[in-house]
């Protein structure tokens, strides 16, 4: 069978259970629209969760990241786990016991304002668009590398298929699609790395084969060593070291913790299961889902460098295995042989005065015309050809993207053609599932929060529930213009902005509105938005007003600039609210009776499961 | 359930849950930022190896997302207890 065939079986396939899904567990009240009902399992709620939390970018690049900085990745391993300790200590068990539908219905409430709800409307807004749009540039990728049509295809069909089950579906809907979701993408990220881990370790569980002995060479050495003397050999530095500032790496990690526990699309999946009780068993099957995840990304990671090292490094390129020349010929991977001897050499910054390892001037290769004579398109070796000039300050002749790692993964261990396909499967449940969440929680914010709380309070449930459909329809289409046509590194560099935005914003202000009754609306509101200020103005002037890294703060990059913002916002919120007056009565009782538990004898409280219509 | 001095219960309750809070964030602290980051070097040098990685590095990239999970088991079992010892019925 070919890998076409395997393929299509696998993601036909899967797509079959998911409309299925979708279809029988249609929405049709406004409470199944935004949570469910409330009605959710604690772990199908888990596996939902961590299907809507891991996304493309998560599934296909982190390891690929992990490859290539070693030690410096843990910030994003440690980063997004350590987020949801946060997050289910400090706040879903009091926002779920609160029993409204949004996070900017909380933080509207609690701060007695229009106006907070306004600000939290429009961060939880940007932080999901910003999300989504990558989301659907990872569709569209896919579906043009499996159908061979172009990226935009590829997009717009991913955008019809996500509306038909998010848009129609809400929350209920996606929350068992989600299940289906994450189902596939843990046997498509974990089989590969256990054949890869027996093959290179001996070891058939991939966490133990990381810290085991490598025992694919002629002699066995511990994998971690053998790893370090490779990367030490052709000029990186040592894979278990780090690049990065102590101060930088903790500020990264912190502001991706802290932002982890203030998005908004997670926050609310905590609002689908039946109490507080529940949440909190429903965190602990998220993290354990999650973790499974995250624990082998670092295991691909490594075993991926190793193998890409010695299968390419120091071969004629005549020698190569197939794959590679799939990879160059999709543009994933480039070989500039600058020294012509029809040999791969790959070399790190360590081993050039200046410290570049490029192989060619810019960041993408650059390719001849399709119809350009074949003497431009294909070098004496018979490899691709570029129109980028090979960069001569350094030796290094190999470039790759980081989105191969995991895809060129089951290649180079020769794994059979049907672990590619479920592994494609995977990817598109990755990037579907993100992408309906963070839909989701598009469309509840402006149908919800801003439609009925703020412009137009007498909207009649029916009516909000089509409001939210109108709205997930012109998100998506927006969000599908943006995958068609990226802001070129836009994307990336917005991401760090959604978490940067989320610890400056949502953590502190939802943090002191459940733990400091004394905070009032001045204070949060100052405090929100000066910490964004702050944040979206460092980030603005680094990213892309060509601020220099030695004008860094303290040394600390625009991706960690985030836990400052958030030290400002505490610090802002406590000093306003210290010098005006407390919030009203019923706030502080609301307040107080969100801390309490299921059960207690509270008149106010509404942990009851929220009321079907 | 119903208690003849709910509000007394209630602020045992809540100090205890802060205690409980308090006591997870700083393992929290330790077994991320602190021993994969902060102390790592420290650690990598006079901690004995975790199989054949450094005890930092290892933290940073496993032990660290191991302890998280250990960590909410442990805060669901005491959140648990300590609403019934308190009196407050969970359904």
């Given amino acids: 069978m070919t890998q076409d065939y395997w393929n299509f079986l696998f993601i036909g396939l899967s797509f079959a259970v998911y409309i299925g899904i979708a279809v029988k567990s249609r929405a049709a009240s406004t409470k199944e629209y935004y949570t469910a009902g409330g009605g959710v399992s604690p772990l199908a709620n888990g596996m939902a969760t961590a299907a809507d939390w891991m996304s493309a970018a998560t599934f296909i690049s982190m390891a690929g990241t992990v490859a290539i900085v070693g030690y410096d990745a843990s910030r994003f391993l440690m980063g997004w786990t350590g987020g949801f300790v946060l997050l289910t200590v400090l706040m879903v068990p009091f926002l779920r016991k609160f029993g409204k539908a949004t996070v900017p219905d909380f933080i509207g409430d609690r701060y007695y304002s229009r106006m907070a709800r306004g600000v939290a409307v429009v961060c939880a807004i940007f932080i999901c668009m910003t999300y989504i749009m990558g989301q659907m540039r990872g569709v569209g990728v896919v579906f043009s590398q499996l159908f061979g049509i172009g990226i935009p295809a590829g997009v717009l069909i991913g955008a019809a298929i996500v509306f038909v089950y998010a848009g129609l579906g809400g929350m209920k809907g996606i929350t068992y699609t989600q299940v289906a979701q994450y189902c596939v993408m843990a046997f498509a990220y974990t089989i590969p790395a256990v054949f890869i881990a027996i093959a290179l370790t001996n070891n058939f569980i991939p966490q133990l084969g990381l810290i085991g002995n490598y025992t694919a060479g002629d002699e066995v050495v511990p994998f971690l060593e053998k790893l370090n003397n490779i990367n030490q050999e052709i000029g990186f530095e040592k894979y278990t070291d780090g690049k990065l500032a102590t101060v930088d790496i903790f500020c990264i990690t912190v502001a991706l913790m802290c932002g982890t526990a203030g998005l908004p699309h997670v926050i609310v999946r905590f609002f689908t299961v039946k109490n507080v009780k529940a949440v909190r068993t429903s965190a602990c099957w998220t993290l354990a889902f999650i973790a499974v995840i995250y624990l082998t990304a670092p295991t691909i990671g490594a075993f991926s460098r190793v193998n890409l090292i010695e299968k390419l490094n120091n071969t004629s390129y005549k020698e190569t295995p197939q794959w590679f020349k799939e990879f160059e010929e999709t543009g994933q991977m480039a070989w500039v042989d600058k020294n012509g001897d029809g040999v791969i050499q790959y070399y790190g910054p360590l081993k050039s005065e200046e410290k570049t390892s490029s192989p060619f001037q810019g960041k993408k290769p650059a390719y001849p015309a399709p119809n350009a004579p074949k003497e431009q398109r294909i070098g004496k070796h018979g490899e691709r050809l570029l129109i980028s000039k090979a960069d001569m300050t350094n030796p290094n002749e190999l470039w790759f993207g980081n989105d191969i790692m995991v895809m060129a993964n089951p290649h180079m261990a020769g794994l059979p053609a049907w672990v590619i396909g479920l592994l494609m499967a995977g990817c598109i449940a990755a990037a579907l599932s993100t992408a309906a969440g963070l839909l989701l929680v598009l469309s509840t914010s402006i149908s919800h929060d801003l439609m009925k709380k703020i412009v137009k309070p007498d909207l009649s449930d029916k009516e909000e529930v089509s409001y939210a459909r109108i709205a997930a329809f012109v998100a998506l289409a927006v969000a599908a213009y943006f995958g068609i046509n990226p802001p070129s590194a836009f994307i990336a560099k917005t991401v760090a902005f959604a978490f940067g935005l989320a610890a400056s914003s949502f953590f502190p202000t939802l943090l002191m509105g459940i733990f400091f009754k004394r905070v009032n609306k001045q204070g949060a509101i100052a405090g929100m938005v000066s910490g964004i200020a702050f944040t979206a103005g460092y980030i603005i002037y680094f990213q892309f007003l060509g601020g220099s890294k030695e004008q860094w703060l303290l040394g600390i990059s625009p991706e960690g600039i985030g836990s400052i913002g958030m030290l400002i916002n505490f610090a802002v919120t406590f000093i306003v609210s210290a010098f005006t007056p407390a919030p009203p009565q019923e706030v502080q009782d609301m307040v107080e009776s969100i801390r309490m538990p299921d059960g207690s004898d509270d008149e106010n409280s509404s942990s009851a499961p929220p009321v079907m219509h | ?91």
């Fill in chain 2, 1 to 91: 359930m119903s208690d003849q001095n709910p509000h007394h219960n209630h602020a045992r309750y809540w100090r205890k849950n802060i205690v409980l809070v308090f006591v997870i964030l700083a393992i929290w602290f330790t077994v991320s930022l602190g021993s994969g980051i902060l102390f790592r070097d420290w650690l990598d040098a006079n901690f004995p190896k975790v199989g054949n990685a450094p005890f930092g590095f290892w933290m940073a990239q496993q032990g660290a997302i191991i302890c998280f999970v250990g960590l909410l088991i442990g805060y669901k079992f005491f959140m648990n207890r300590l609403e019934n010892q308190e009196g407050f019925s969970s359904k």
